[in-house]
């Protein structure tokens, strides 16, 4: 495992760097924001906290990271199940972690600076209208419609491509629909730049919500360009 961070690291580019990191810190009462100049030995010292632990942590958390951004697929080449397995491995899990984890700092946001910036409000309601529906679909491939598409793959299986379609066309409107939010979102946090002076709490709302509409573009990308048209042309070639 790489040891990026070190004793001698510093708190803010210990987050710059990996903006995750704040789960981490924020769980060991670790101010990220104000005392954000500090090295990591000072801020863990100070609060008597298991520094080893915490790098231990932190780099573990980098090197999944790394990881995970790294992984890759044959999109000619991959059949339907390593397609969903691929999708359920990279993009699943990385959203399962991070809608909830980044929720806190919204509503910190909000709490800290909307009285005077109204605008965090639409910020808030959308993340959350976006978290929302891309929850529910996420548990909707995984109970219902990747089971459906797997087992369609079965040349006696008694799908109809009519069902099938039906169910793609389902998830691309709901598609759509967190697309359309992700551009309102976009407008709304000036291409997710932070205002002038901001600290680094929306530092790190801006960069983490710019990193979840990339995320989110490259799963519905490999769905609607690569899963469907591959689910649907196996399932005509048997009818």
Do not use: W
């Not at 708190?11 to 789960?23: E, S």
């Not at 909830?100 to 409000?121: D, V």
């Amino acid at each position: 495992m790489d040891a990026v961070f070190t004793e001698q690291s510093i708190i803010r580019d210990i987050v710059a760097l990996l903006p995750k990191a704040t789960d981490i810190l924020k769980s060991y009462e670790i101010n990220f924001c104000c005392g954000g100049n500090r090295q990591i030995l000072t801020a863990t010292t100070e609060a008597n906290l298991p520094t080893e632990e915490i790098l231990t942590k932190l780099n573990s958390l980098y090197n999944d990271t790394k990881s995970l951004a790294a992984m890759s697929i044959n999109n000619q080449s991959a059949n339907t199940k390593e397609l969903i397995d691929y999708i359920r491995t990279k993009h699943h899990r990385y959203l399962i972690e991070e809608l909830p984890q980044l929720s806190p700092y919204l509503t910190k946001m909000l709490r800290a600076h909307g009285a005077k910036n109204p605008h965090i409000y639409t910020l808030h309601s959308l993340f959350h209208e976006i978290k929302l529906q891309l929850e529910q679909q996420i548990i909707r491939e995984d109970t219902i419609d990747f089971p459906q598409l797997l087992a369609a793959q079965d040349p006696d299986s008694n799908i109809m491509a009519t069902q099938l379609q039906e169910s793609i066309e389902t998830a691309q409107q709901n598609q759509a629909n967190v697309r359309c939010l992700l551009n309102k979102l976009r407008e709304q946090t000036n291409q997710y730049t932070p205002p002038e002076g901001s600290c680094a709490t929306q530092r790190v709302v801006h960069k983490r919500l710019e990193d979840l509409e990339s995320e989110v573009v490259q799963f519905f990308d490999l769905e609607s360009s690569v899963l469907f048209p591959k689910v649907m042309a196996k399932a005509l070639s048997h009818s």
